[in-house]
């Protein structure tokens, strides 16, 4: 008798779970909340334009061994994989500027150019990031113990790196400019709360020719392994929302959905958010200190929070992808002042804009606390977005002259935008625990639940881990599981 498998949320996690367990002979069901695929992988329209939310860096584009993962969704086409000459400039207004190139030789010559007196902090720093290409850590979940070994002999470069944040290792320059420009390298999240080794981890996949981004951007993505999912046979039901996790005997048996209707199964996975999944439809009765903990260590701010878009009737193909502008005046949004802005920028080669025109992206810190209340005013929340969004045009005037008269639409995005679309946690992704990291990295956060049965999650929250790579690995590895329990020999990569 064929197993029926439930999956809450069709995100990257729950679809990739879904066309995994097609593959290998499950009857799976999908019910979503939204009305389309990817969860936060996402896309939308304004006007002529599309504005991505999701996707930075993709770990898989390239030769690595999370590449196979995305060949078994339908995920990537090859000729359409944009591989970006410059990870991201950082620029000052006195015309510096620090290029980290992804061609890691470039970035030396650049480095020393930049800073001789600095030759030997660069030069390990490079070493470092090109010593980790071997490991591949982006896909060491992808195996049993072996891949897991690969990562031994780095151990001592993890402690080491792992314990500086790019602070930190600014400071140590003797060149005035780069301990300004390099703790805002990764994203512009904090320098002080981001260690070098998740920075190293990019370098050594540029080295390997991995993280590019996908033409079309997160939303196209998502649909592409929808498309797969539903061509195994699989079954979604959007605008379907999970209200209960039904339960009997301390084993899952099926959902109650919105509407009361409820549907059975022999096995429920949860793909959604892990606070709604824990404390609202499993009614938090099911969970234990460690968890609780996790969850109750949250911070009301968060990297990614706050996004601002524009449409730009302007070809912007000339310039960096992604630039970090440091500014002279501070710029205050929210609560509090920001000595910087990250920008990311789309022309009409990435698919989300016309022909002559382009898309920027600014994205920055986000408090929910402070649009959770504001929010409650409608008239004042969208006040307050659209005078944040006037408050960055002026500093991009600054940078690209002439821009106020050239922006055709804009949008803002808040925590409480996230929360209301996808009813994650305070609109949050997930955050990093504060203590069981090294296990977490390895075996998981909440992949089961203490004493629930025939229950699994998967995605972010399940390993307390960011990266869509991630989220796609732990369905392919939960259904590897569970072929495994049921005997079978697991399938991948079928069509």
Not at 29 to 45: A, R
Not at 96 to 121: F, G, M, Q, R, V
Request: proline share 3%; with cysteine.
């Amino acid at each position: 008798m064929t197993k029926k498998l439930i999956i809450i949320g069709a995100g990257i996690a729950g679809l990739s779970t879904g066309c995994y367990a097609r593959m290998n002979g499950y009857e799976a069901v999908i019910f979503e909340l939204h009305n389309k695929p990817g969860g936060v992988c996402t896309s939308w329209h304004r006007k002529e334009f599309t504005f991505d939310y999701c996707i930075h860096n993709l770990a898989g584009t390239g030769n690595v061994g999370v590449k196979q993962v995305w060949q078994d969704l339908n995920a990537l086409k090859a000729d359409e994989i944009i591989n970006h000459d410059t990870f991201v400039r950082v620029e000052d207004s006195k015309g510096n500027a620090l290029n980290i190139y992804t061609d890691l030789e470039k970035l030396e010559k650049h480095l020393k150019e930049l800073a001789p007196e600095d030759s030997k902090l660069i030069e390990d720093y490079l070493k470092a990031g090109s010593s980790l290409r071997g490991a591949d850590f982006f896909s060491m979940n992808m195996g049993g113990l072996g891949d897991k070994l690969k990562i031994a002999p780095r151990a001592y470069t993890m402690i080491k790196w792992g314990g500086t944040t790019l602070e930190e290792y600014a400071g140590k320059f003797q060149n005035e400019f780069l301990q300004k420009a390099f703790p805002h390298i990764q994203y512009n999240i904090n320098g002080s709360d981001m260690p070098m080794f998740p920075h190293l981890l990019f370098l050594a996949g540029f080295k390997a020719g991995d993280l590019g981004w996908p033409k079309y951007g997160s939303l196209e993505f998502s649909k592409r392994i929808e498309k797969h999912f539903l061509e195994l046979g699989g079954e979604i039901h959007y605008r379907t929302p999970v209200e209960k996790i039904m339960v009997e005997d301390d084993r899952a048996v099926g959902v109650i959905l919105a509407d009361g209707s409820m549907d059975q199964a022999d096995v429920v996975i949860s793909a959604a958010d892990g606070h709604s999944t824990i404390y609202e439809m499993l009614e938090g009765k099911y969970t234990n200190k460690f968890i609780d903990s996790y969850y109750d260590s949250y911070e009301e701010e968060q990297a990614f929070g706050l996004q601002i878009y524009l449409g730009l009737d302007r070809d912007l193909s000339e310039e960096s992808h992604a630039l970090v502008l440091l500014l002279d005046e501070p710029l205050k949004l929210e609560l509090r002042e920001r000595d910087s802005l990250y920008l990311e920028l789309f022309d009409s080669s990435t698919g989300l804009a016309p022909e002559g025109k382009s898309v920027i992206k600014v994205v920055t810190e986000g408090n929910y606390g402070y649009w959770k209340e504001l929010r409650s005013d409608m008239e004042k929340y969208s006040h307050e977005k659209e005078q944040i969004y006037l408050k960055v045009l002026e500093v991009l005037d600054a940078r690209f002259p002439g821009i106020k008269k050239q922006v055709e639409t804009f949008d803002v995005t808040t925590p409480v935008t996230v929360e209301r679309f996808t009813h994650n946690f305070h609109g949050w992704q997930p955050w990093p625990a504060k203590e069981g990291g090294m296990k977490i990295m390895f075996r998981g956060f909440t992949k089961t639940l203490p004493g629930l049965k025939n229950f699994y999650m998967v995605g972010q929250w399940a390993g307390a881990m960011i990266g869509i790579s991630n989220a796609a690995l732990t369905g392919r590895n939960l259904i590897k599981e569970l072929c495994k329990k049921d005997g079978k020999k697991f399938q991948q990569n079928k069509s």
